[in-house]
Nanobody, 127 residues
Framework: QAQLVESGGGLVQTEGSLRLSCAPS????????LAWFRQGSGEEREFVAA????????DYADSVKGRFTISRDPAKNTVTLQMNNLKPEDAAVYYC????????????????????WGQGTQVTVSS
């Protein structure tokens, strides 16, 4: 079974930094795009950032643009999310997601574009 495993979450103070990583586990699969979403308590899952695997095209939610950076390492088959200048409103469970089909029926900002998900990693930002 194809899975993704996130790591790097934790507790950080406001204006601090964290680096999240995501790697595949289990059955190998091809990837057309990878993304990070987050979900706060009692909230819907929201788009954070995405990157296409082949071209490396990036997209960010307005709320994180200029503070977060998504990158990929094809050699290690991993994607990372560097988060700087964290704010209390960034606190959430962060999920890594992969589009292994490439159908592009939906936007890369849409959860429906992704068919493989990780279990999530908690990010807590203290004020």
């Amino acid at each position: 079974q194809a899975q993704l495993v996130e790591s790097g979450g934790g507790l950080v103070q406001t204006e601090g930094s964290l680096r999240l990583s995501c790697a595949p586990s289990g059955r190998a699969f091809g990837t057309y795009a990878l993304a990070w979403f987050r979900q706060g308590s009692g909230e819907e899952r929201e788009f954070v950032a995405a990157i296409t695997w082949r071209a490396g095209t990036k997209d960010y939610a307005d709320s994180v643009k200029g503070r977060f950076t998504i990158s990929r390492d094809p050699a290690k088959n991993t994607v990372t999310l560097q988060m700087n200048n964290l704010k209390p409103e960034d606190a959430a469970v962060y999920y890594c997601a992969a589009d292994t089909h490439g159908w592009r029926q939906y936007s890369l900002r849409d959860v429906r574009s992704y068919d493989v998900w990780g279990q999530g990693t908690q990010v807590t930002v203290s004020s």
